[in-house]
């Protein structure tokens, strides 16, 4: 698949659409001091739901019950929340576009609004899927409401979690250094690698151009 053949753009939505760092490091660090638990390990576990973050990381607490809190001090706490260069172009672009992310339903349209960017109509969150990233449900479930096949879709991903669960689902991947900037090895399943939304679509326009 060349960049321009697409029948559907699904998109990871922190680290891709927005700079959502600030937010949740300080939603993070808050949680992890109120559990007396260090805060790095959470950190480092970039991609992943914050079910699955707990539930690696701090096995005796509920992982539902948790994710329920941080997320909520999340949603209130959006201050410094951007949009990373292209986002508002992709998501203006014409056909079928889908935000398929870790993060649940609520804190995603937060953050996309924060950012001032268009919230699409579907979303796939970590509240939506049984199995999160990297399995491919997130992927496959985002397509089938798209109505096309995964592999018609063009994913963009900024972690390696994202892009398993891409790869798996079956569609052409583009992984992005907002996160892991000069770092392809990370990357590296991805079928092609850019800085980020805005350079991919100046690849669109410079294969229209022929």
């Known amino acids: 698949m060349r960049p321009g053949e697409r029948g559907a753009y699904l998109t990871d ?3 891709v659409l927005v700079d959502s760092d600030a937010s949740a490091r300080r939603g993070w660090r808050a949680w992890c001091k109120g559990h007396q638990l260090p805060y790095e390990p959470f950190a480092a576990l970039h991609g ?53 992310t870790s993060a649940r339903v609520a804190l995603a349209q937060a953050r996309l609004r924060a950012a001032g960017l268009v919230v699409p109509s579907v979303i796939i969150g970590g509240d939506t899927v049984e199995e999160t990233k990297p399995n491919p449900e997130p992927y496959l479930l985002a397509a089938h409401r798209l109505h096309v096949e995964p592999r018609e879709c063009v994913v963009f991903e900024d972690a390696p979690s994202g892009i398993v ?32 939304i805005a350079a ?11």
Do not use: C, N, W
């Open 13 to 15: 939505l922190d680290g």
């Open 48 to 100: 992943f739901s914050a079910e699955e973050k707990i539930r690696r990381l701090a096995a005796h607490l509920d992982p539902a019950v948790e994710a329920e809190k941080i997320t909520a001090f999340e949603i209130r706490d959006t201050e410094g929340v951007t949009a990373f260069p292209g986002a508002a172009d992709l998501l203006a672009r014409p056909g079928p576009l889908a935000v398929v």
């Open 165 to 196: 669960s891409a790869k798996l689902a079956g569609a052409f991947v583009v992984g992005l250094r907002t996160t892991y900037q000069d770092d392809d090895a990370i990357l590296g399943g991805a079928d092609l690698v850019v800085d980020d």
């Open 200 to 210: 991919y679509l100046a690849l669109l326009d410079e294969e229209a151009r022929g």
